[in-house]
């Protein structure tokens, strides 16, 4: 009987926002160790294809303040612990990110794939599945043979990502074959609201890699917008083409230029999916709509990509414009959290609410209201036509769902502020109507603003008045 070939999984996954200065703990991190892994998408496909999948440890932290170097190194030593238990492999499918910064370490990716290759061997293939979002070190993009991201931004192919950085390695070792990432770095780097997929012109250009997958010895294509908020010499775009085999990466090579040099001369094109402005335009907007709810987000404080979540700006500016209706979700803040529930339900208090964690863009707001509702991780403060929900940790508000754990129905409201940037699917189908507040914060989409100290320079949109084209294949 042929023996069934052997697959490690695990990863370490993490958006890291330079520009918040609260480190990510090892709190922040879920785990999820040993057979539990097995349940992932792309472990459950490697199974069904015969394949003996071997689990490691997977962490994901959501998206915060560079990771601690402690709290990497235990959750790297951890996984690399168990790679080592299991003797000899085929392959290593990882799950990451691509923006994990580590404290005193830089890339959290190059250097978890590195210690992956020294104990897997250097005969051993491995794959890993990407954020678009990922900012990609060399040194990571050379260790590892195939690397794919996801597509869609809103991101809703997390799952089908996975399973095909399964695929490509069960693929490439049926065919014996020892596949290539080839990468550009075209010099852009915008806010992921910028690259809405579902728009031109990312909806072609994204499209467009499809082409590019379908090429003789082409295995696939990957176009990373970066990450914006992180302010590194490797925060950038990457276009990034992965050859079949050694041999095709002068081939792969054409494709990765042709791909950044796409990006590129569409560096001016890219545009917001819906209104933008002030927060006091936004609402003012919102205000004069027939339709509900309306959605605004407070773009600048985007929990989702890495914010502190506690600014209180657009509360501020609701109450002084005499707003009614609405409902804000949500702001960072356990001291008030405490208070609320500690008086109760129907409770009347004057609170100090936000500002205690981005202190650079936020400040305190003093409001006086009554407690609407309180729950586990929050409650919910009424302040003249505003309803608040205080939350003790950073939660983003990315479903109708997520309100209705505080008692709060979005359909009956004619304004919600969310801290995000772009709104996921689930709200984006219940919105009468989607504004964008150009905010302050660690997520400024006005990113010219943020004191870059790092990038490397020119960087569109930092520098405007400068040429590029790809450099010459080595």
Known sequence: MVPKMRIAIGGISHESNTFNPLPTSIDSFAVTEGSRLLDDEAARFLIEMGVDV???????????????????????????AHLQSIGKIDGVCLILHGALEVEGIGSGEADLVKAVREIAGEEVPISASLDLHGNMAPEFVQQTNILTAIRTAPHRDLPETKVRAARLLLESLKNGSWPVSVMVNPPVLLPGELLVTDIEPALSLYQGLQKIDSLPSILNSSMFVGMAWSDTARSCATALVVAEDRKYEEKAYESVCELAEAYWDRRY????????????????????????????????????????????????????????EAVV??????????????AGVGARLHLEIGGKIDKVNGYPLEISGRVLNVADEGAVFRTDGVD?????????????????????????????????????????????????ALTPGYTNLDTVRLGYKRVRRPLFPLDRDFSWEPPAAD
């Open 269 to 324: 094109d890219f545009h917001y999916e819906v209104e933008v402005g002030t927060a006091g335009e936004m609402i003012e907007r919102a205000g004069r709509s027939s339709r509900r709810p309306v959605f605004i987000s407070d773009s600048g404080d985007n929990v989702t990509a890495g914010a502190g979540g506690d600014i209180p700006l657009i509360v501020e500016r609701m109450l002084a414009m005499g707003v009614a």
């Open 388 to 436: 608040i929900i205080l939350t003790s940790r950073r939660q983003a508000f990315t479903s109708a769902e997520s309100f209705r754990t505080y008692g709060i129905d979005v359909l009956a409201r004619k304004i919600v502020v969310v801290k995000l940037g772009y709104l996921f699917s689930d709200l984006k189908k219940v919105a009468g109507l989607e504004l964008i």
């Open 54 to 80: 071997v689990p490691t440890l997977f962490a994901r932290a959501p998206p915060s303040g560079i990771a601690q170097k402690e709290s990497f190194l235990g959750l790297k030593d951890r996984l690399l």
């Open 329 to 342: 979700g949500g702001i960072l803040d356990r001291e008030s959290v405490e208070l609320c529930k500690q």
